[in-house]
């Protein structure tokens, strides 16, 4: 398994501080403060409009901030996804299945960053698809439609693509929606193995029986960070409470599911 040359030892995996995404008049993050280290896997769970998918989008670039930063390997955030550190794998309704990619295709795209403006795969290029495709398992679909895979094969060929791409922070966005039970173990040790080789990952999850095999901690949100801790500490009824019950901190209903994510 190929690992990224960074030196884990210089800065956290993923650093946001005071981080604030309004939508117009509406407010999906407020003051959001969270820390990554190296070598883990964190679950993000909250509700339906809490705030998760804005902040997978924020750190992509794809939604603009209004206050605060986020560095990943020490740099910000835009110039480590220039240098395709940051890998995203989005929920299933945003991408469009119907689209004529082979599984090898999708998966190439994440060796785009290496490659000259011509998309021109080289031999290297090739040879780290192949190695992504068959440590998920996914080597005897190369050449399958993305569209024509289950749900599980789906999110198995998003990770590869992260895989092949080298990148050392992994965000994935409910990866177990729509997935069955063996597809979901699979996933979860092909994590846990992936930060064990080096990266870090954070990965929103409404699963919450997952969360002790899957993660090494947990960060409830709630328009902001409530709390982060280890999923026993999360889990714990009173602590659930201030994402999935009332919570005077963060008045809920501020946002839109479809706006927040």
């Not at 210089?10 to 190296?38: E, F, H, K």
């Not at 991408?95 to 990619?101: E, G, N």
């Not at 000259?116 to 679909?141: I, Q």
């Not at 009173?238 to 599911?257: K, S």
Request: with cysteine; aromatic share 4%; hydrophobic share 45%.
């Amino acid at each position: 398994m190929t690992t990224s040359p960074l030196d884990r030892a210089a800065a956290p995996a993923l650093d946001i501080s005071g981080l604030r995404v309004s939508y117009r008049t509406l407010t999906a993050l407020d003051d959001v403060d969270l820390a990554l280290g190296w070598n883990r896997v964190c679950g993000l769970i909250g509700t339906n409009g809490s705030g998760k998918s804005t902040l997978f989008k924020s750190i992509m670039g794809l939604v603009k901030p209004q206050a605060g930063t986020i560095r990943v390997a020490g740099l910000p955030a835009a110039k480590a996804r220039r240098q395709s550190l940051i890998a995203y794998v989005p929920q299933s309704e945003e991408v469009d299945w119907t689209f004529p990619l082979s599984v090898r295709d999708v998966v190439m795209m994440g060796r785009y960053g290496s490659q000259n403006w011509l998309r021109s795969p080289r031999r290297t290029d090739h040879a780290a698809v192949a190695e992504a495709l068959d440590m998920v398992g996914m080597a005897a679909f190369a050449d399958r439609q993305i569209g024509q895979l289950s749900g599980g094969q789906r999110k198995r060929v998003f990770v590869a693509r992260g895989i092949a791409q080298n990148a050392s922070v992994l965000l994935l966005d409910e990866p177990f929606t729509g997935v069955d039970k063996t597809s979901e173990a699979m996933i979860i040790d092909l994590l846990r193995d992936l930060a064990a080789a080096g990266r870090s990952i954070l990965v929103s999850t409404h699963d919450l029986s997952s969360l002790p095999a899957l993660c090494d901690e947990a960060a409830l949100i709630n328009q902001r960070i409530m709390l982060h801790g280890t999923p026993r500490e999360v889990l714990r009824p009173e602590n659930l409470a201030l994402a999935f019950g009332a919570n005077p901190l963060a008045p809920r209903g501020t946002v839109p599911a479809t706006l927040a994510g």
